[in-house]
């Protein structure tokens, strides 16, 4: 049976994502901005949450954690790296392994350079990615605690998944996005294509997410660094992928 999905806005601009397992009545969320809205999502639903799958350390992320496991003893599912701060966690995860939600199935992908700790989930038959802060639409994260190669890394691996996998991202930062991307990119057809498609949702104050991974492969400017045309347009001929990929993010950094 298909999985449910659910997004919530959260906080200022972070996503809530829900995943709902018809089969076991397992529901997990994925990271945790803050309860209430989760709180709110679940009761909606009629559903009980099992697991928070966390992707990353940061406030914006954790902070529900220690009331919705209060509320529902729920398991906490976080990155390995342990020197991070994230509150009760009961498993920690690492690059192939799997995590159950139910009878549904997650994929951990390490994909470090926003943290050193970042991981994202795919659930493979349900053909969705929750990305986090690592890959956003016509966008991605800040590279905080990792390198500009790592990160780049990172981004590869999300790239590789099938063209038809749901994009489920940290934030709706897709329309702020999308004007940087524009001025590297101005004639990029489906980057035109998907600035429409944004103003549109945004003035019907619709969220902007999921998208197609094949979709971003082909707008997200970010994701196209070892594209000749991309390094063409930075004046970087020659160089490195992941060093245009650098400079990208640096102007997006000052934009
Ligand atoms: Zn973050």
Known sequence: MAAEIRLFPCLSDNFGYLIHDPASKATASIDAPEAAPVIKALQREGWHLTDILVTHHHADHVGGIAELKQKYDCRVVAPHDKAAAIPLVDERVK????????????????????TLDHVSYVFDSERALFAADTLFSVGCGRVFEG?????????KKLRALPDDTRLYCGHEYTAANVKFA?????????????AAEVARLRAENKPTIPTLIGDEKRSNVFLRADDA???????????????????????????
């Open 95 to 114: 690059e192939g392994d799997t995590v159950m939600v139910g009878t549904l199935s997650a994929r951990v992908l390490e994909t470090p350079g926003h």
């Open 147 to 155: 390198t500009y190669p790592m990160m780049w890394d990172s981004l």
């Open 229 to 255: 045309d991309v390094a063409a347009a930075l004046h970087m001929k020659g160089m490195t992928a992941a060093d245009v990929f650098g400079e990208l993010r640096e102007r997006k950094n000052k934009s």
């Open 182 to 194: 524009l001025t590297i990119e101005p004639n990029n057809p489906a980057l035109k294509a998907r």
